[in-house]
């Protein structure tokens, strides 16, 4: 972590928030195929570069899943966006989708 540039560790947080998210999402989907329709709704952790963000988007399940079909794209409430990382691609009413410059890192290659 020590080696991480400042804007590698906004990119890295991104990341840590994405995979809460998709562990929230697998979860759910485990739990209850009813709840985990595509076009059910579900609340997501912003995925912001802030590691103290807590704020959460309200966004249907396959346009989530649509939005991190690649690997630069992540969703965060509107004005979390950091323009020297990312830029906004999609604005929508409660949530944006900002893709990053550079591809963020692997999670396995995160240490906290």
């Not at 990341?15 to 979860?27: A, D, G, S």
């Not at 709704?41 to 802030?50: A, D, I, P, T």
């Not at 309200?58 to 004005?79: L, N």
């Amino acid at each position: 972590m020590s080696n991480m540039s400042y804007d590698d560790r906004l990119a890295a947080n991104e990341v840590v928030f994405r995979e809460h998210n998709r562990k929230l999402l697998q979860l759910v989907s485990n739990s209850s195929k009813k709840v985990a329709a595509k076009n059910s709704s579900l609340q997501f952790y912003c995925e912001c570069s802030s590691p103290y963000c807590l704020e959460q988007v309200s966004i249907d399940i396959a346009t989530y899943e649509d939005t991190h079909r690649q690997d630069k794209r992540f969703v965060i409430k509107p004005g979390h966006e950091q323009n020297k990382i990312e830029k906004v691609i999609d604005k929508q009413p409660g949530y944006s989708v900002v893709e990053k410059y550079e591809v963020p890192p692997e999670p396995e290659e995160i240490q906290e």
